[in-house]
Nanobody, 119 residues
Framework: QVQLVESGGGLVQAGGSLRLSCAAS????????MGWFRQAPGTEREFVAS????????YYKTSVKGRFTISRDNAKNTLYLQMNSLKPEDTAVYYC????????????WGQGTQVTVSS
């Protein structure tokens, strides 16, 4: 079983920054591919960013490229999302997710953390 707990969300002005963290437990962290997703009110959940087991491979939603950075610290079993130049359209509940390296589907999810960007 994998448990994921997000933290770091909050209220920030447009142009500001936040750093989200996701603490993983219950399984060896370095066997997991990790991702961030978000869901705004009235919308479907969407992919934001993902990172490979080693951290060498990263992928981003087009609208966050150049502003968001996904990273991981395998020694601390922690995933991060550094969000800079935040925009009101980034407002959403952000979710940490995990999957096995050999399975494309994300099977494990955190509880979510609210990010609100004011204009």
């Amino acid at each position: 079983q994998v448990q994921l707990v997000e933290s770091g969300g909050g209220l920030v002005q447009a142009g500001g920054s936040l750093r989200l963290s996701c603490a993983a437990s219950g399984r060896t962290f370095n066997n997991l591919h990790m991702g961030w997703f978000r869901q705004a009110p009235g919308t479907e959940r969407e992919f934001v960013a993902s990172i490979s087991r080693s951290g060498d491979g990263t992928y981003y939603k087009t609208s966050v490229k150049g502003r968001f950075t996904i990273s991981r610290d395998n020694a601390k079993n922690t995933l991060y999302l550094q969000m800079n130049s935040l925009k009101p359209e980034d407002t959403a509940v952000y979710y940490c997710a995990a999957r096995m390296a050999t399975i494309l589907k994300y099977d494990y999810w955190g509880q979510g953390t609210q990010v609100t960007v004011s204009s």
